[in-house]
């Protein structure tokens, strides 16, 4: 006798739970066959801010975890995206790309995230320094996470791209909302799953799936979000800079017309560490 | 402005005897005799744009006079740079870039480097003279610490341009192109230096628009670079007001922009830029804390504090305007501090014993004002000691609000100017709390005797530069900037030349 299997009902990860939108709004998601697969929460700017507020929550604790502990909570989140690889592969296979080419973006993406898990506690040693100030003061430069970090993830390598650019980010202690791609979004609801069994805390990498167009000015504007980290258009490059504007946010516009290539080593970096840190000078007198 | 100089006289506390403690206070109690500065500024009746390594008339034929803000007299007439100088001079220093700059070994133009912050060593003096005559700071200031700070940057930076594999481990850097400038009034020639020196080293060629009140000192600047015999367009400077800066910052040509000046301005730059992907360091204004522990060396913070808010008039971005003291010192500090104040000797910039000078123009005198009356119709209590001005030129008396609040005027927005407003807290928390509740983040300072707790400050406060125990100390080699409003990017140090480059 045939079984008819249960489908699962797509939610996104936000402060550690699982939720629809605040709108009940949904989105239908086809296979590459044109097949229906399942429908996708379309979230909105209230469920943005929704998460910004879940990431302010997360974020002292996380910024406060040892550099040892959060380069052992990004090991196992590569863990746990290691286990399920094969279901993972299925979920980007869904927009159409080959088997094989999915089981080398999960594979690459297992391999990102242990490339910036044994950067937690090294990258401070790189970027910060003792200056030599010519007064008798110990004065020292050391980097400190941002805070909550907008991330706006391209339509291609659904999974890789997302990834490439959260996992500098909550590296140093930054939190993240993130906005998946809307053509693939179902790598990143597999993706909320594997994160809510990594040890990560709750809160700490936010993700949304919907419409860029419906979000795109509470990324821009929300001040709480202290940098934006996006692959865009032109037009959405414009939009996020103005707004940014208003709260002097950083903002790291990557092109979406130019070609990236996320599979190679070139997309991760040190610098991409950078990014999402701010430095911060001490100078403490040094007497009796 | 009479009105709001409550000229009262500070209470002094009482010793344990019942007698007053013995103070000197100077301000009123007797005549100092002057102590001119006589060193010759040798400056030019009339200065033009330096562009291409020349100084030219601009097109447009305009000028505008340079005031000095202590007497109102002209000093100078400044060209009136027009779209058409600025395109000029970006058109030079794209030459200069691509021609002779740009691929120059970095050991040649480190060369350089050295040279101008010798040069600028040489004729110190006359430099300090004409600085404190065009921008009323005191010259003991402009002499020890505007000049010989702007000589170590370009000594500092030099010593980079030949090193530039050691800024950004594992990577290789380039230079940007040409960079676009504009800098502030209130240390006009450092600011010069904060922004040429790295921009240089990393070889990148630069338009720079001083502001309009302060252009002198670049101009003489520009002399230094003709006798360093650094190449020509390398540097450009166009003169003028705030539609010059605009020119600056809006032009094609640039690859890089950078600015310092106000927090609203820094906004206006940033939306006319957005789309273009340019990179920017911005470097706005602060509302810093300073920071005052029960356990704290009081008569040592008392020094800070006035060092904190009435170095160079109050016209520092990163002046802590915002004293915050444990509740059971307030009295303590409040009372010291307005004993201290009292000594503080205000006029004539020129005079080797002024503490606070001229401040730099009508505009910011009547802004300074125009905040402090706000800060006395909130009912915050005002203190200003009873000091002469001088009759001409733009004066303004230290100013001290007590009891102010946190939603007060005066404690949130940037005054820029000799004004202090004092705020109490009880605990650790507190005092973190009410520091980072501002839309700015480029500096604090921390007064206490406990070294574990400069380390928890420095953590918790959201601040680019923390001074534990100390205020306004600068060096080449720190990197300054700040935090949320202040800006982003860094100057000095290994992390401000990051910001000059390109990886590749």
């Keep these: 006798m045939s079984r008819l299997p249960i489908t699962k009902t797509p939610k996104v990860y936000v402060g550690g739970a699982f939720i629809r939108s605040e709108s009940a709004r949904v989105f239908p998601l086809k296979d590459a066959s044109g097949e229906f697969f399942a429908n996708i929460p379309q979230c909105t700017r209230k469920d943005l801010r929704n998460a910004v507020e879940a990431a302010a929550k997360a974020g002292p604790g996380w910024a406060k975890r040892t550099a040892y502990n959060r380069g052992q909570i990004l090991y196992r989140l590569g863990e746990m995206i290691e286990a399920r690889a094969g279901e993972m592969a299925d979920a980007i296979t869904l927009g159409g790309a080959t088997p094989a080419a999915a089981a080398r973006e999960v594979a690459a993406t297992v391999e990102r995230l242990i490339y910036y898990a044994g950067w937690t506690d090294k990258y401070e040693q790189v970027l910060g320094n003792v200056n030599p100030v010519a007064a008798p003061y110990f004065n020292f430069t050391v980097t400190e996470p941002m805070g909550i970090i907008g991330v706006i993830a391209p339509d291609e390598a659904p999974l890789l791209a997302l990834i490439s650019l959260i996992a500098p980010a909550i590296t140093s202690g930054n939190t993240v909302v993130a906005l998946a791609s809307s053509r693939q979004p179902y790598p990143a609801i597999l993706l909320g799953e594997m994160l809510a069994t990594s040890d990560l805390p709750g809160g700490v990498v936010n993700l949304l799936t919907g419409f860029r167009k419906e979000m795109i000015s509470t990324f821009a504007t929300h001040a709480h979000l202290r940098a934006i980290s996006a692959v865009v258009n032109a037009e959405e490059r414009k939009a996020l800079a103005l707004g940014a504007a208003d709260s002097v946010k950083r903002t790291h516009l990557r092109k979406a017309e130019d070609k990236h290539d996320w599979l190679v080593d070139s997309a991760q970096s040190l610098e991409a560490i950078r990014e999402t840190l701010e430095f911060k000078t001490t100078w403490h007198p040094v007497g009796a | 402005m009479p009105a709001l100089i409550a000229a009262k006289k500070s209470s002094r506390p009482a010793s344990r005897s019942g007698r007053p403690a013995t103070e000197l206070i100077f301000g009123d109690l007797w005549e100092f005799d002057p102590a001119p500065e006589s060193a010759d500024p040798k400056l030019k009746a009339r200065y033009e744009l330096f562009i291409d390594g020349k100084f030219v008339a601009p097109k447009g034929g305009r000028y505008f006079d340079s005031i000095n803000p202590a007497n109102e007299q002209k000093l100078a007439e400044i060209a009136l740079a027009g779209p058409a100088d600025v395109d000029a001079a970006y058109a030079a220093a794209k030459r200069a870039y691509e021609g002779v700059w740009g691929k120059m070994p970095g050991r040649e133009r480190a060369k350089y480097l050295y040279r101008i912050a010798r040069l600028l060593q040489d004729r110190a003096r006359e430099f300090a003279v004409a600085e404190t005559l065009d921008g009323g700071k005191p010259i003991k200031e402009s002499r020890d610490f505007d000049v010989p700070m702007a000589a170590a940057h370009f000594f500092y930076h030099a010593g980079w341009a030949d090193k530039l594999d050691y800024v950004a481990p594992g990577r290789r850097v380039a230079p940007l192109g040409v960079v676009g400038q504009v800098i502030p009034w209130n240390f006009p020639l450092l600011m010069c230096a904060w922004k040429l020196a790295p921009a240089l080293a ?292 290994r992390q401000g030349l990051l910001d000059y480059c390109k990886l590749v």
């Design chain 2, 202 to 493: 990393m070889g990148n060629t630069v338009v720079l628009k001083p502001a309009e009140t302060t252009s002198i000192s670049a101009l003489k600047l520009a002399e230094i670079f003709q006798d360093a015999g650094l190449p020509p367009g390398v540097v450009n400077f166009v003169t003028g007001a705030g539609d010059v800066g605009a020119a600056v910052m809006n032009h094609p040509t640039p690859a890089k922009i950078a600015f310092t000046g106000s927090t609203e301005v820094g906004k206006i730059i940033m939306r006319g830029l957005a789309g273009t992907g340019k990179k920017m360091t911005m470097e706005l204004g602060g509302k810093a804390a300073n920071i005052v522990f029960d356990d704290a060396p009081l008569d040592q913070a008392v020094e800070g504090i006035v060092n904190g808010i009435f170095f160079n008039q109050g016209h520092v971005c990163c002046a802590g305007s915002r004293l915050l003291v444990q509740e059971s010192v307030a009295a303590k500090v409040l009372a010291k501090l307005k004993n201290r104040i009292c000594t503080l000797r205000v006029g004539d910039p020129m005079d080797k014993n002024t503490d606070i000078g001229a401040i730099n123009s009508r505009e910011q005198l009547d802004k300074i004002a125009a905040l402090v009356a706000v800060g006395v119709k909130e009912g915050n209590e005002m203190f200003q000691p009873a000091c002469k001005l001088p009759t001409k030129g733009f004066y303004f008396r230290p100013t001290i609000f007590s009891g102010v609040s946190m939603s007060s005027r005066v404690a949130r927005e940037e005054i820029f100017g000799p004004v202090l407003s004092v705020l109490t807290f009880r605990t650790v928390d507190e005092a973190i709390e009410k520091a980072n509740n501002t839309a700015y983040g480029l500096s604090a300072g921390v007064w206490t005797d406990k070294g574990s707790r400069i380390l928890k400050m420095s953590t918790e406060l959201k601040a680019g530069v923390v001074w534990a125990n100390t205020y306004n100390k600068f060096d080449p080699s720190s990197p300054f900037g700040g935090f949320k409003e202040s800006g982003f990017g860094r100057e000095g140090g």
